[in-house]
Every structure is written in structure tokens, then in C-alpha cells.
């Protein structure tokens, strides 16, 4: 089954304790990203990759960082959480069509995380 | 001045009528534009794209993108109550990965 999938789905951790929330998808998609999704806020894009070793910032990046090693991996590194990352995360991953023409995204289950 | 505007409603409609939608964006060089469906407590699921001036139609969903005027709408005609759900826009503009979402809009269909 083709599908995005996240961990861990849920997330309680405390005040500067390192975590990774990981993302793979199964479908040899080249474009990844991270958002975070907030009531009032919407969808904000954190990072995107757009392919092995090629990251960009997205809107919000402060306090986040990612890595693409591999093409099916795109993990989300929180260095030292503070309350103001607690948020639902979302992965996602789009094909490689047509350049400019925009493409659409398959999204992950999403990561619930509370920094308290 | 915010990049994307929806009414955050909600907007409550009765089965079987026509729920309107709509979104303006202030990215003149935007290119593509999608309507999502999210479900609540679910992930965003793409509902439509829509790349040209004028309407785009997939079965009950229509699309219509006007960007001299900077809007794009989705009518969703014969509403069902399985279509109560936040209805995110977005835009992707450039060559790269950057997507810009709206806050979505709340539909209720009311049966």
C-alpha cells in the first residue's frame, strides 16, 4: 500500500529533551516536507526537501532541523523543545511531475507532540 | 496582509444544496492551486488541483480559478453530510517545494 507514514503518532515530552519524528513514504516520491498545524494558524510549512541532501527552510524552521539521507526518509529533529512546538505535525510527499506546474501532496497520519 | 484568506466559517449548508467555497491569494506568480479535504483529527487529503483560469469539475467537486482577480473557489454541488470537513486551499509557486496553505474552511452539512 502506498502510503506516508509517521512516528511516533503521539508525543509527551518535557523541556529541552532532544526528539525525532520520523517520516518515510513508499512511493519514490522526490519532494518531502514538514508542517505543522496549529488551531487559528493552519498548515505552516517547516522544512521541504526536494531531493537526497537538498533541504530548504519553509515558513517556520526556527527550532527545528532535518536531514535526507536517504530518498525515503525525511526525519524532523527537535534539538531542545519548548512548549511553543507543542503542535500536530505533518509529513508529506509529492512526485516528481511536471516542474512548475505544482503538484499535489500525500500526507502522513500526523505526530501529535506536547512539550510541557 | 496574509497570503491566503478563507472565511474560517463554518459554513452550514443543507444536504442536497450547492456549499461554496472560497479563497483569495496575494501571490501574483502563483501557479498551482489545490483544495484539500480534512476530515477532523485526520491528515489533509487532496480534493482538487487547478492550474488554468476557469472551472476544473471532478464529479460533484468544481474548482474555478480566476487569477487576475486572485481568488479560486470549490463548489461542491449535491452536498452530503459525509462532506462536513475543513476545506484547506493552497498554492505552490515557483519551481520549489513551498507550499502556502489557507486556515481552512469549516463546511457542515446539515441533513
Known amino acids: 500500500e502506498a502510503q506516508v507514514t509517521q512516528n511516533p503518532r503521539y508525543l509527551i515530552t518535557v523541556t529541552g529533551k532532544k526528539l525525532t519524528v520520523t517520516c518515510s513514504q513508499n512511493?519514490?516520491?522526490?519532494?518531502m516536507s514538514w508542517y505543522r498545524q496549529d488551531p487559528g494558524l493552519g498548515l505552516r510549512q517547516i522544512y521541504y526537501s526536494m531531493n537526497v541532501e537538498v533541504t530548504d527552510k519553509g515558513d517556520v524552521p526556527e527550532g527545528y532541523k532535518v536531514s535526507r539521507k536517504e530518498k525515503r526518509n525525511f526525519p524532523l529533529i527537535l534539538e531542545s523543545p519548548s512548549p511553543n512546538q507543542t503542535s500536530l505535525y505533518f509529513c508529506?510527499?509529492?512526485?516528481?511531475?511536471?516542474?512548475?506546474?505544482?503538484?499535489?501532496?500525500?500526507f502522513g497520519p500526523g505526530t501529535r507532540l506536547t512539550v510541557t | 496582509q496574509k497570503e491566503v484568506e478563507q472565511n474560517s466559517g463554518p459554513l452550514s449548508v443543507p444536504e442536497g444544496a450547492i456549499a461554496s467555497l472560497n479563497c483569495t491569494y496575494s501571490?501574483?506568480?502563483?501557479?498551482?492551486f489545490f483544495w484539500y479535504r480534512q476530515y477532523s483529527g485526520k491528515s489533509p487529503e487532496l480534493i482538487m488541483s487547478?492550474?488554468?483560469?476557469g472551472d476544473k469539475e471532478d464529479g460533484r467537486f468544481t474548482a474555478q480559478l480566476n487569477k487576475a482577480s486572485q481568488y479560486v473557489s470549490l463548489l461542491i454541488r449535491d452536498s452530503q453530510p459525509s462532506d462536513s470537513a475543513t476545506y484547506l486551499c493552497?498554492?505552490?509557486?515557483?519551481?520549489?517545494?513551498?507550499?502556502?496553505f489557507g486556515t481552512g474552511t469549516k463546511l457542515q452539512v446539515i441533513p
Open positions: 493552497a498554492f505552490h509557486s515557483g519551481g520549489y517545494q513551498k507550499v502556502t
Open positions: 487547478i492550474y488554468s483560469n
Open positions: 501571490d501574483r506568480v502563483s501557479q498551482s
Open positions: 508529506a510527499s509529492t512526485p516528481n511531475r511536471l516542474r512548475d506546474r505544482g503538484y499535489e501532496q500525500y
Open positions: 512511493m519514490n516520491h522526490e519532494y
